[in-house]
């Protein structure tokens, strides 16, 4: 099994274990169909996004994948770089879960952004992902508050 860093020549690996498993987490029926914006622009983002991918390859199959969005604020006292990243779309298909994959993904990935200058690392865990977080280190906080446009 080779766990590493995605490229922009992966684009079609990404896209595919993203819809994947977006359909998994969100119990979606497999034969789903995503909108052509929704593809369009997960697309995009892959390739132009500032961010980190991270693939569990076996067999020249994605069994996973995990990814970093950076984002950059005005700076805080807290935060004096005012770079901060946000962990999403940890996955590993059911059948390779419980070995250590996740983890390793999220090693790798919270090595790059501490590297790259985050002060804080930010996710938003399912029941089934907390002890993995937990165990990485990840508190729950008790801030935020979210304006959505509709």
Not at 120 to 149: H, N
Request: proline share 3%; glycine share 6%.
């Amino acid at each position: 099994m080779e766990i590493r860093i995605a490229t922009k020549d992966d684009i079609e690996l990404m896209m595919d274990n993203r819809l994947e498993m977006l359909k998994v987490v969100n119990d979606l029926p497999a034969d789903y169909q995503y909108s052509d914006e929704f593809v369009k622009e997960s697309r995009e983002y892959f390739l132009d996004g500032d961010q980190t991918t991270v693939l569990a390859i076996e067999g020249g199959e994605v069994i996973g994948c995990a990814s970093m969005s950076y984002m950059l604020i005005m700076p805080t006292f807290s935060h004096p770089t005012g770079k901060r990243a946000h962990l999403m779309n940890v996955y590993t298909r059911s059948t390779y879960r419980r070995q250590g994959i996740a983890r390793k993904m999220c090693e790798m990935l919270i090595d790059d952004a501490w590297n790259r200058g985050a002060t804080e690392i930010s996710l938003d865990a399912t029941t089934m992902g907390r002890p993995l977080y937990e165990s990485l280190g990840f508190t729950a906080s008790s801030e935020g508050m979210v304006l959505t446009r509709s």
